[in-house]
């Protein structure tokens, strides 16, 4: 079955950058897209940053302003966040997904991916 395995959250002052990187290994699935979420304890999983399989359309929460830059390596099968400008409010654990949405709210939206890893944590202080 497909795995995710992300890596790169750490602990980090305000104003500082992260890159978090995904992993995907098992069987090859044609995903539509890839995406990242984030989640805080007791709060609902938001979409951060999607990207299509081809790699021409990207989305982000409103909240990214700019500051956040998805990619992927399609021959190393690995997803990637570029975080900048980090903040308090950035503070989550940050998980990768793969799936087919169809929509751009799925896209970003739990509910459009099946698959998902296990989560990195961020910390901002």
């Known amino acids: 079955h497909v795995q995710l395995v992300e890596s790169g959250g750490d602990l980090v002052h305000s104003g500082g950058s992260l890159r978090l990187s995904c992993v995907e290994s098992g069987p090859v699935y044609e995903h539509n897209y890839m995406a990242w979420f984030r989640q805080v304890t007791g709060t609902e999983r938001e979409g951060v940053a999607a990207i299509s399989a081809a790699g021409d359309t990207t989305y982000y929460g409103d909240f990214v302003k700019g500051r956040f830059t998805v990619s992927q390596d399609k021959a190393k099968r690995t997803l990637y966040l570029q975080m900048t400008d980090l903040n308090p409010e950035d503070t989550a654990m940050y998980y990768c997904?793969?799936?087919?949405?169809?929509?751009?709210?799925?896209?970003?939206?739990?509910?459009?991916?099946?698959?998902w890893g296990q989560g990195t944590q961020v910390t901002v202080s």
């Open positions: 997904a793969a799936g087919s949405p169809w929509t751009q709210h799925q896209a970003m939206s739990r509910w459009g991916y099946n698959y």
